[in-house]
């Protein structure tokens, strides 16, 4: 009995095909079950760093190993069927590769970032009661470091791949000096945005989360977002305002979030008629500053007779609170004056408000 085997022949490329698709996807199961045995056990480790590296290169690899097991079945084709596809496929292959590093890299630095401020936050909130402005975790510079290096990573990449085509680089860069002029003109506005952004990032004016202010622009609220373009601050009334990076080289900008102490500066009037009894309400209102917990004793404090007014004897009181909290501030600020009135009241004397003196000329009888 003869057996024609000329039509397995002729079909081996395909059964060989199959097998190397089927080996890829045996190779693609057995990585994504040794990754997840490893991550499991990395997990318990105290770095984050090889929990960064398991999360980043996941998604990579499995791309990487279909990649190269297609191209690798590609081989098995007949000759005369692929021919045309050589040079494609090699450059598939070449570039193929160099953006999948560059995946993984960008995946890696966002992966990190995410991560590290979750460990560094978490840290600081168990040390809250240790930490001061200085100490705390800078969010804004963290992410402007993280965005640079996969600017860098993705330029870098994207030269790599421009190189492996086989076009030059040194003319490319040639052909953007003179491009770049007209580009400069075309965007202007946008490069100041992202010079801004820079300046805002170098200089560190302000950071997410700050409250800021400017007496230049109808401008005040909480900082939400920094970007390369522009930035992004919730007002009190909670709209967002977003104004161009650009814009904060032109103009005084306030940071009410790192003030050191919040004053209270106030002018409390007494009657003319308690004029005696001022030097005594001078120093029990002074003593009485002193004696708080909440009123910062290194800091200037103030209270004398300061003005002569229409209707009252203006004492001046000018003291700093230990807190920068706009609520607990104003609760502070609402003890010392209710204590002020109280002393007022203990001396004997009165709180003035404004009065006017008419004064009735008599005529005389023979008038």
């Known amino acids: 009995m003869n057996i024609n085997l000329g039509f397995f022949s002729d079909q081996m490329w395909m059964y060989q095909i199959f097998a190397v698709v089927f080996a890829t996807l045996f190779v693609d199961f057995l990585q994504k079950k040794l990754l997840s045995r490893l991550y499991r056990k990395l997990k318990r480790t105290q770095t984050i760093w090889d929990d960064v590296l398991i999360e980043s290169i996941k998604s990579p690899l499995r791309v990487l190993i279909w990649l190269y097991g297609v191209l690798f079945a590609f081989q098995f084709a007949p000759e005369k069927k692929i021919s045309s596809l050589t040079p494609l496929l090699e450059a598939v292959a070449e570039v193929g590769l160099v953006a999948i590093i560059v995946w993984f890299l960008s995946r890696f630095i966002k992966i990190g970032e995410k991560e590290y401020l979750k460990l560094v936050s ?86 997410l989360g700050d409250w800021v202010s400017s007496p230049d622009r109808d401008i005040e609220g909480i900082v939400e977002h920094i970007g390369w373009r522009l930035t992004v601050i919730r007002s009190f009334d909670k709209r967002p305002i977003y104004i161009p990076n650009s814009l904060f080289t032109q103009i005084v900008v306030k940071n009410p979030s790192r003030m050191t102490n919040r004053r209270i500066f106030e002018y409390i009037g007494v009657r003319y008629d308690d004029v005696g009894k001022v030097p005594a309400l001078v120093d029990s209102i002074k003593q009485m500053i002193f004696d708080s917990d909440f009123i910062d004793k290194n800091a200037t404090v103030i209270v004398n007779l300061d003005k002569l007014s229409d209707s009252s004897l203006d004492i001046m009181v000018y003291a700093y609170t230990l807190t920068t909290d706009w609520i607990e501030y104003h609760e502070i600020k609402h003890k010392v004056m209710i204590s002020i009135l109280n002393i007022i009241e203990n001396h004997g004397a009165e709180a003035a408000f404004p009065t006017a003196t008419l004064h009735i000329s008599e005529k005389s009888d023979g008038g």
């Open 122 to 207: 978490g840290r600081l909130i168990q040390n809250e009661e240790n930490t001061n402005a200085q100490g705390k975790l800078d969010k804004t510079t963290i992410q402007a470091v993280t965005k640079l290096l996969r600017l860098s990573v993705v330029i870098t990449g994207i030269l790599i791949i421009i190189q492996t085509l086989g076009y030059s680089i040194s003319g490319l860069l040639a052909f953007g000096g003179v491009g770049g002029i007209a580009v400069g003109f075309a965007a202007k506005d946008l490069l100041a945005n992202f010079f801004g952004g820079i300046m805002i990032h170098l200089d560190r004016p302000f950071a």
